[in-house]
């Protein structure tokens, strides 16, 4: 007999804590998907002087989804 697979979805329990890594293409896409129902937040460090939005450690000890 085969295991049921549980399939996790992001959306399924709303809101969720996320936390985006950089604020690129690929973050800002993902903040324009998830934005309007969960609470997201965006860290990025600017590559010229190394300087971070938010500090990492603090924004990333709450967040139930961090996304790279």
Do not use: C
């Not at 903040?31 to 450690?57: C, F, K, M, Q, Y």
């Amino acid at each position: 007999m085969h295991a049921q697979r549980r399939r996790f979805s992001i959306m399924a329990d709303l809101p969720r804590r996320v936390l985006i890594l950089g604020d690129g293409a690929m973050g800002s896409m993902f903040h324009g998907l998830l934005a309007s129902v969960n609470d997201v937040i965006i860290w990025a460090r600017d590559p010229r002087t190394g300087e971070e939005s938010l500090p990492l450690e603090s924004v990333a000890t709450d967040r139930e989804i961090v996304l790279f």
